[in-house]
């Protein structure tokens, strides 16, 4: 039998034909004729997986073979996105498939429209580690995800009276065919316990971990499939199940519910996502769902990805461990385990092999969001892991006393653990402390990582900090999201830009083209035409056709800043019914907004409900009918994004500078022809600096401005006296005039904005109203307008993350993986 796997179907109609078929009559058990739109979605799923089959197989033998670097990105979040569309891009199937499935009388678009996305994510950090596996496999760069196959993703978004209900993300309830279950390379994870010395044989005091509990990790693979490059890289997602699953005893005597009490515990540890995505909760069961993935990866990869006789003093030629935030940084307590415990390693020899085993990203700039652990509860849960981490402290700050002699309060500032509040364990430190690099995710970011919340370390180890500036791939986010928009380029310069983005460039002339132009604004009214058909069926919203599309959508939280959004929409509304501004002086404006909250931030919730009270009047009101409509539907997702994103004009970004890491939707609104208007943080800057002044609406304080008027005491109150446009806005609110003239219902969002505004929404408004008269402006000449968006496109290649992983290659992964 031929080493290599057997043939794949026929690319061609007739063999699609025949495998679909097949999959569904021998892998669904059904005639087409009395096969439902999920049998043939699975089948369909099934068909497109037997495409990469072979370049899958082909990459796991060629890393097998080849003693190349590997890339292990470690994230417990991967928000993917459907997958079939995306397979079938990187298969180039598309057309076949479509044709394939209409001589079988099915229309794919009622298939596609079958799958439920994976939500295994919050938000940003999720969808980058999506983005990045994508460019690494079509970059052709070994790597494997590792991360947690939550049986329940991100929670689904109901609106009941304008308020957000969460619903359990049942995402596998109907088969996932994207997954391949491997039971048997199940892996042991130990838990609680204590731990004891020993002496080994050659006389060397050691310890070991005696622990109290276990569970089983089960690996599922999933394609991660290059871009027509026959490359299919793995991600390897664990779920938690008993050891012992079953007490038959305890059962025969009765007992039921303490028969299955091992199997419900343990499988509670990658039951559900924790749908925070800033302010940690600190739950006992995260803890445990971090060092369930990382323990399972680090084992799977020493033992079933390296050569048997591997020389773990090699470990660093061979592996990279990227650590997506803190959230998997238990890893490098766990390494060291492995090698000085299990591998007898001494600590010095085993210290130097595992901080050249980790980089460090992070994601954030919320001093509330970097993750602390008590000492309590990791010693608890990870004994031996906290006695090592102690050692790693102790061992670090005896280094940080020598280049700082007599400097004690240095080393306290630095030291891993906290002594106030409660002694805990500061996980940004340990990340930073045991890795070989660090770096934050945009320019400005990076720079205050630096300089405000890790300046004792960047001090000290100023090499080990770097940058790496965020990117979205132009599979998804053009190609797949924005077919005519792809069509109208790939027409126009070639389809190199796919995987070259850079090549957008070569649109710059065409700015200048009225007939371009032209075609490019029809692109994007397709666009609108197809959300508004969407967002009908889907939500029940009826929008104008021929407005400007003002987009928000991302997480709802106050540094994000949904509230200036909502001050300005009334302000314009306010405008209209006080016949301060005749309704045909108004630029008509649709906004749309999309946003969850995680459930237990209050107040977010409570800015929700404002925002639907709010689109609810004005939607309703005849004196603006047309002109001024806001729409919020629920479950903003990936899949939702792909509909909204090629449809904006213009993408708001109006983050409070200093907080937004970087944000990638920006990315994806420049690269899809929207215009931006925000502030100078995160990767605006860059945005900014790439497309032109020209063409990008900036306003507010700059960080340093921000910082300075927070240092000299910032009071909201005097910019709500002040400023009477402000003052008329908030007070329509105020009066109940959108919640059915119950002043309660707005007070808790009213009073925080008058009385603390710990983001400055009211010190920003005033620049962001002149803003927006400058954005009406521009959208008054369409031809203007259009060739902006041109250039944003043009201009935009940079924020592929393709060129994320050239930089991480360069900077981080140095001796890149790729000859
Ligand atoms: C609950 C603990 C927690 C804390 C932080 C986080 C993430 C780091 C939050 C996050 O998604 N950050 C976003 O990461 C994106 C990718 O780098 C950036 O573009 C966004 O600016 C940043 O907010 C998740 C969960």
């Known amino acids: 039998l031929a080493a290599g796997p057997v043939e794949p179907p026929a690319s061609t109609v007739e063999g699609f034909i025949e495998a679909f078929l097949r999959e569904l009559n021998y892998g669904q058990g059904v005639l087409l004729s009395r096969s439902t739109i999920n049998d043939q979605y699975l089948a369909l799923a099934r068909t497109v997986r037997e495409y990469l089959m072979a370049g899958w197989l082909e990459t796991g033998a060629l890393r097998r073979e080849g003693d190349r670097k590997i890339v292990g990105y470690l994230s417990a979040e991967y928000l993917l996105g459907r997958q079939l569309g995306n397979a079938l891009l990187a298969t180039n199937l598309q057309d076949i498939a479509e044709e394939a499935m209409r001589r079988c009388g099915i229309d794919i678009a009622a298939l596609r429209a079958q799958e439920i996305e994976p939500g295994l994510g919050n938000g940003g950090l999720g969808r980058l580690a999506a983005c990045f596996v994508d460019s690494l496999a079509t970059m052709d760069v070994p790597c494997i995800g590792y991360g947690i196959r939550y049986e329940y993703g991100i929670f689904r978004q109901t609106f009941e009276n304008g308020r957000q209900v969460e619903v359990p993300d049942s995402w596998l ?33 050691r310890t070991r971990w005696v622990p109290g509990w276990n569970v089983l990790g089960i690996p599922y ?53 924790y749908p925070e995505d800033s302010t940690p909760q600190g739950k006992e069961l995260r803890l445990q769902q971090q060092y369930f993935f990382v323990a399972c990866s680090l084992h799977d990869f020493i033992a079933n990805t390296l050569p048997k006789d591997f020389d773990l003093r090699q470990l660093p030629e061979r592996i990279i461990f990227q650590l997506n935030d803190t959230h998997p940084v238990i890893a490098i307590p766990e390494l060291m385990r492995i090698l000085v415990d299990i591998k007898g390693f001494d600590w010095d020899e085993a210290w130097d092999i595992t901080r050249r085993c980790f980089a460090y990203t992070c994601h954030t700039l919320l001093p509330e969001a970097l993750e602390v652990w008590s000492v309590e509860l990791l010693g608890r849960l990870l004994p031996r892991h906290l006695e090592i981490i102690y050692q790693i402290n102790e061992l670090f700050l005896e280094e940080v006393r020598q280049a700082f002699p007599g400097d004690e309060m240095r080393a306290r500032r630095m030291s891993i653990i906290a002594e106030h509040p409660e002694r805990s364990v500061r996980m940004a430190y340990l990340a930073t402390i045991g890795s070989a690099k660090v770096n934050g995710v945009a320019e400005l970011q990076s720079q205050l990582l630096r300089d405000k919340v890790l300046p004792d370390f960047s001090e000290y180890e100023p090499a080990k900090f770097t940058n790496v500036t965020n990117g979205v791939t132009p599979r998804r986010f053009i190609y797949l999201a924005n077919r005519r928009l792809s069509n109208l380029i790939t027409d126009t310069i070639g389809s190199e830009w796919v995987t070259d983005l850079d090549r957008l460039r070569e649109l710059e002339p065409y700015a200048d083209d009225a007939g371009f132009r032209a075609e490019f604004a029809a692109v ?61 002086q108004v630029v008509p404006r649709t906004f749309i907004f999309g946003a969850k909250a995680a459930p237990g931030y209050h107040l977010a919730k409570e800015i929700i ?20 409509s806001v729409a919020f539907p629920a479950n ?103 919640t059915d003239g119950d002043r309660a219902l707005s007070a808790q969002v009213v009073d925080n904005l008058v009385t603390q505004d710990p983001f400055m929404v009211l010190a920003d408004f005033q620049s962001y109203l002149d803003a927006q008269a400058r954005v009406d402006a521009a959208y008054r000449d369409p031809e203007r307008w259009t060739r902006s968006a041109i250039l944003n496109v043009a201009r935009s290649g940079f924020f592929s993350s393709d060129r994320s992983m050239r930089d991480y290659l360069d900077r981080i992964w140095l001796s890149s993986p790729v000859e």
């Open 609 to 628: 409900f404002l925002i639907n009270s709010v689109a609810a009047t004005i939607n309703a009101d005849e004196r603006v009918k047309g002109v001024l």
């Open 524 to 584: 994007k009214q397709a666009n609108k035409e197809r959300l508004f058909r969407l967002l009908s069926v889907r939500d029940g919203l009826e929008l104008p056709q021929h407005a400007m599309l003002d987009v928000l959508v991302k997480r709802l939280h106050e540094y994000k800043r949904q509230t200036l959004k909502l001050l300005h929409i009334v302000s314009l509304y306010e405008d209209v019914i006080s016949g301060t501004v005749a309704i045909d």
């Open 173 to 205: 309830a109907l088969g996932s065919p994207w997954e391949f279950p491997h039971p048997e390379r199940q892996v042991r994870v130990d838990f609680g316990g204590h731990t004891e010395k020993w002496t080994d044989d050659q006389g060397r005091e």
């Open 221 to 273: 693979h999933h394609m991660v499939p290059g871009f027509r490059n026959g490359t299919v890289n793995t991600l390897r997602l664990w779920s938690a199940k008993a050891t012992q699953a079953f007490d038959l005893q305890i059962f025969n005597s009765g007992d039921y519910a303490t028969a299955v009490r091992a199997q419900t515990f343990a499988e509670n540890i990658s039951k559900v996502l």
């Open 636 to 738: 903003y997702n990936v899949t939702l994004a792909e509909k909204i994103i090629p449809a904006a004009d213009l993408s708001e970004q109006i983050s409070l500078a200093g907080k937004e890491a970087s944000g990638t939707g920006n990315m994806k609104f420049a690269l899809n022809g929207a215009l931006t208007i925000g502030t100078d943080d995160g990767a605006n800057v860059e945005i900014r600096q790439l497309v032109g002044d020209d063409n990008f609406f900036l306003f507010g304080m700059t960080e340093p401005e921000v910082e300075a008027l927070h240092a000299r005491g910032y009071n909201p109150a005097e910019y709500y006296e002040s400023n009477d446009k402000l003052q008329r806005t908030i007070n329509l609110i105020a009066s109940g005039h959108f």
